[in-house]
């Protein structure tokens, strides 16, 4: 069984380095390349200011923040989610330093940046020269991002998903993450068997008219 996260985080800056903090993570896990409708999303207190620009990419402003928890009551959480997974992330090493800063200043073990499959690696070895920012492979595929005004790491985790489906070679069960509810391979098995499962009856006319048919044919096989 193989088993990713796709991930996206929200942030006040660029750098962790420069004091900046993960301000959101949006998680949808796939198995065996299958959304199976598991999903993790948390807002954070970064306990510092929301710098405009930033403010501008995702529209979370300190206020509305500084009512959620901080990373540290968050962290176990967020690791009981992922595990030992995969992840594939849209420019991964934005996010998993950011992720690992936190991490680290609270003692923890960094996240192993082999782990992660980058999607801007993967789009610009498949379209050489081609733009390789979400909006335009949504584009590209065809993919429905017209709820994204705003960036949102839950929003965006659901797009790169369909988007990496794409990128290795297809969406071939006729998912679409991107908004829309996720329904997993073993809901989709149940209801096939439930719907062979179901009797279909023939009605006394029916058989009536098969016995007549039959009757017609001369010579058959289960006449013999």
């Given at each position: ?36 409708g598991e999903m993790y999303h948390q807002y954070i207190n ?13 529209g979370l402003s300190e206020d509305f923040l500084s009512k ?157």
């Amino acid at each position: 069984m193989m088993r990713e996260i796709v991930l996206d985080t929200e942030t006040t800056g660029l750098s962790p380095k420069s004091g900046h903090k993960v301000v959101e993570i949006g998680c949808v896990e796939m198995v065996n390349q299958v959304a199976t409708g598991e999903m993790y999303h948390q807002y954070i207190n970064p306990e510092r200011d929301m710098p405009e620009k930033a403010f501008s990419i995702h529209g979370l402003s300190e206020d509305f923040l500084s009512k959620k928890p901080v990373f540290a009551d968050i962290a176990d959480d967020f690791l009981d989610f992922v595990g030992d997974a995969r992840f594939v992330i849209h420019n991964a090493e934005f996010d998993m330093n950011f992720l690992n800063w936190e991490l680290e200043a609270l003692g923890l073990g960094p996240l192993a940046m082999d782990r992660a499959t980058d999607t801007v690696s993967l789009a610009r070895q498949k379209f050489p020269g081609a733009p390789a920012s979400l909006d335009a492979l949504c584009k590209r595929f065809q993919i429905d991002n017209s709820n994204r005004q705003l960036h949102g790491a839950l929003l965006d985790a659901r797009l790169l998903a369909d988007v990496y489906l794409e990128l290795i070679g297809g969406r071939q069960r006729g998912l679409s993450l991107g908004g829309q509810h996720v329904v997993a391979e073993t809901e989709i098995a149940a209801t096939k068997a439930d719907r062979l499962s179901r009797p279909h009856v023939a009605s006394s006319d029916e058989l009536a008219a098969h016995e007549a048919f039959k009757k017609k044919i001369s010579d058959a096989v289960w006449s013999k």
